[in-house]
């Protein structure tokens, strides 16, 4: 697989990414861990260098399972990993103040059995900690070799602004897809100005791009998307003509909508390194096929035409988490 440079940090990664979240937290039970561990190695083995986690997976599980399954090939890959959440746990709300990021990094390091943190992010912005205070405190974790880089997610222009003139931020991670493409507006341009890396998560619109999910789809009762208006059945339904629109499009491609919908996202930018997530091996493979398909101008146009006469219904957060983004 190729790499790419995370903006002008320097951070070089395989073209996608593996996001881990899903093996132990949000999309119903836990994989079993031997089976997870597997499926980690085999993106490894499949040419993936850059994996991502947090403390609030689990919380806590995916770091432990995330290092004990990288650490025969610990030098070779990028760990990220976040802080920012109270005690780990979503729910209890934001949590950035310096002596919190400090006892999540040590925490962090112990479970992912390693000596620094390759990337940190900030889970999400904290309206109570000044995001300057933020970064200055990552800043002395850069200083004293715990973490190698900075990064940020769901953040807004202004606050990886003023984040970046304290401690350059080398990526940001935040939703971004063909049916989520409101970075475009204002996020795509400041970090291209500043020379910063785009994480895509959910790039397959957690699931639904494959094409394996419709409205009479029925998720596990712990499956997050249960409470994501995106996700009610009359959503679902409105949103199939963008799934078919993307499934014509993969048919002349001789690829699969997950595939296609991955090299979209990598045609937007050279500093964009989607992180796709799975609990399946067949999955993986599929989704690591994105990165060798290639997409003409006219296929890109044909992309854009077709999903800009759709409006996708339904927002992407419950109203209660919808609070946390773009601050």
């Keep these: 697989m190729h790499t790419r440079k995370l903006g002008k940090s320097g951070l070089e990664v395989s073209a996608l990414g593996f996001g881990c979240m899903g093996l132990s937290f949000g999309f119903g039970p836990a994989t079993e861990k031997n089976e997870a561990i597997k499926v980690i190695r085999a993106a490894y083995d499949g040419g993936v260098t850059f994996f991502d986690t947090a403390e609030a997976y689990g919380p806590f599980k995916n770091e432990e399972l995330v290092g004990e399954a990288l650490a025969p090939v610990r030098n070779k890959v990028v760990i990220a990993t976040k802080f920012g959440f109270e005690n780990g746990i979503p729910s209890q709300g934001t949590n950035s103040k310096p002596e919190r990021i400090r006892a999540v990094a040590e925490a962090s390091l112990k479970r992912l059995n390693t000596e620094a943190i390759d990337l940190f992010y900030q889970h999400r912005v904290d ?19 715990k973490v190698k880089h900075f990064g940020m997610s769901e953040a807004g222009a202004q606050t990886i602004r003023r984040a970046h003139a304290v401690q350059p931020v080398a990526a940001l991670q935040s939703e971004y897809s063909l049916w989520w493409r409101e970075p475009e507006a204002e996020i795509l341009p400041t970090l291209e100005e500043l ?6 998560f959910s790039p397959l619109g957690k699931g639904f791009l494959t094409g394996a999910i419709s409205d009479k789809t029925e998720f596990d009762k712990n499956d997050f998307r249960n409470v994501v208006p995106r996700f009610s059945a009359e959503a679902r339904k409105a949103n199939q003509a963008l799934v078919d629109a993307l499934g014509r499009i993969a048919d002349q491609k001789k690829a699969t909508k997950a595939q296609v919908a991955l090299a979209w996202l990598l045609a937007q930018k050279p500093w964009i390194v989607p992180i796709p997530g799975t609990t399946k091996l067949h999955r993986l493979e599929e989704n690591l096929g994105g990165a060798k398909v290639e997409l003409t101008t006219d296929d890109l146009k044909a992309i854009h035409d077709a999903v800009s006469a759709i409006a996708v219904q339904g927002e992407r957060y419950p109203a209660h988490f919808q609070s946390l983004v773009n601050r």
């Design 195 to 200: 020379g910063i890396g785009f994480v895509p």
């Design 127 to 145: 309206p109570a900690v000044p995001i300057e205070d933020v970064a200055g405190t990552v800043k002395h974790l850069i200083q004293e070799g």
